[in-house]
């Protein structure tokens, strides 16, 4: 069963893929520091110039060192300084090669482009991570809760759910054990409303899916997961 992942842990520690993605993008960062972004930009023509590195500092919760190195990273995959959606969707299959992670990353990529003009630059990057590694337990969970309102109405419908748990399951292919049946994913949005649902209503409230993470173990580690990982 090596490398294989229960469909219980699937759906208990849903959020953990939420904050697997900052880890992904890590990754790809080379190492060593970089003395300036500044220096860095005139060495190269790219479309978008980064804020200055002091406001991103005052306004995430990264040191300008750990600014310098994300930034390089970023640069290194997005040498224009923005990231469309296509090439999000590719870096983030690297991480999901045994299923179809197209979908998924789509969802990600919305929430990251907070401003929803069809791209995200590195100061929207800075920002999601920030929440992500770095924010608390209720600014991670608004974030969390943003992705899968996908319409962004202010509320999580069951097809909202399904659409995301079907996206889920495409992306881990055969990483799950046991294999999955057809209707597994709106069994587990089931599972999720009885859980969330608590006024019965058919719709999950911001509030509502607050305090049923926060009263979820599982959950409240899996937002722990990465806070170190810089």
């Not at 023509?45 to 991103?56: C, D, G, N, Q, Y």
């Not at 870096?91 to 179809?100: A, E, K, L, T």
């Not at 597994?184 to 949005?189: I, L, Y």
Request: net charge negative.
């Amino acid at each position: 069963m090596d490398g294989l992942l229960s469909t219980h842990d699937l759906c208990t520690n849903i959020l953990e893929l939420t904050t697997r993605t900052p880890s992904m993008w890590l990754k790809i960062a080379p190492g060593g520091w970089i003395d300036s972004v500044e220096d860095e930009l005139e060495m190269a023509t790219v479309r978008h110039r980064p804020e200055a590195l002091e406001l991103l500092e005052a306004q995430s919760k990264f040191t300008k060192k750990e600014l310098q190195i994300l930034y390089r990273g970023f640069k290194n995959e997005c040498p224009s300084g923005v990231v469309n959606e296509d090439t999000f969707k590719e870096i983030y299959s690297q991480f999901f090669p045994q299923g179809d992670s197209t979908t998924y990353a789509h969802f990600l990529f919305n929430a990251f482009d907070t401003d929803h003009n069809g791209a995200v630059s590195f100061e929207d990057f800075i920002r999601g991570l920030s929440i992500l590694l770095r924010g608390t337990v209720q600014e991670k969970l608004n974030w969390a809760f943003n992705l899968y309102d996908i319409n962004k109405d202010g509320y999580i419908t069951k097809e909202e759910m399904l659409d995301i748990m079907k996206a889920i399951y495409d992306m881990m292919g055969k990483c799950t054990y046991p294999v999955l049946k057809e209707d597994a994913p709106r069994q587990h949005v089931e599972t999720f409303f009885q859980k969330m649902d608590k006024n019965k209503d058919g719709v999950v409230t911001i509030d509502e899916f607050i305090e049923s993470c926060q009263k979820d173990e599982n959950i409240m580690r899996s937002m722990q997961l990465f806070e170190n990982v810089i």
